[in-house]
């Protein structure tokens, strides 16, 4: 049941981030919108829009949820890897995305503080946003 979940959300989240999946939803808010008149903007025509529109949304939420949480699983897989294979990394980040937000904030202050208020690296990064 997973793999078949996990292979149709991973289909879906990546066609309906294409243009026509985007051409598609527009074409039918406009058929919908020109069958007003022909409806004499009924309840019964609103309710078709809002329905489906309700229910597609209700959907790609799990879709699309489950596609980042894959992403983001193997991001930092990779990341730890990155970590253990290098050999002056600190080892002990390894799964720091188990941790509260308030103990990751103390861990981005400790580094920050580590590496100085003016870091090089910060020099940098404002040339580089200062030539945007």
């Not at 309840?43 to 489906?52: A, Y």
């Amino acid at each position: 049941m997973d793999r078949v979940f996990e292979a149709i959300a991973q289909k879906v989240a990546s066609w309906a981030g294409r243009p026509p999946a985007f051409a598609i939803a527009l074409a039918v808010v406009i058929v919908w919108g020109v069958t007003g008149p022909l409806f004499h903007y009924s309840d019964t025509w609103q309710l078709v829009i809002n329905t489906g529109t309700t229910v597609v949304t209700f959907l790609m939420v799990f879709l699309i949820q489950n596609a980042q949480n894959r992403d983001a699983s193997a991001m930092q897989a990779k990341l730890d890897e990155i970590i253990r294979a290098t050999s002056d990394a600190r080892d002990a980040f390894i799964g720091i995305e188990h941790l509260t937000q308030d103990e990751l904030e103390k861990i981005k202050r400790m580094i920050e503080k580590e590496c100085g208020e003016e870091s090089s690296d910060h020099k940098a990064i404002e040339r580089l946003i200062g030539r945007l």
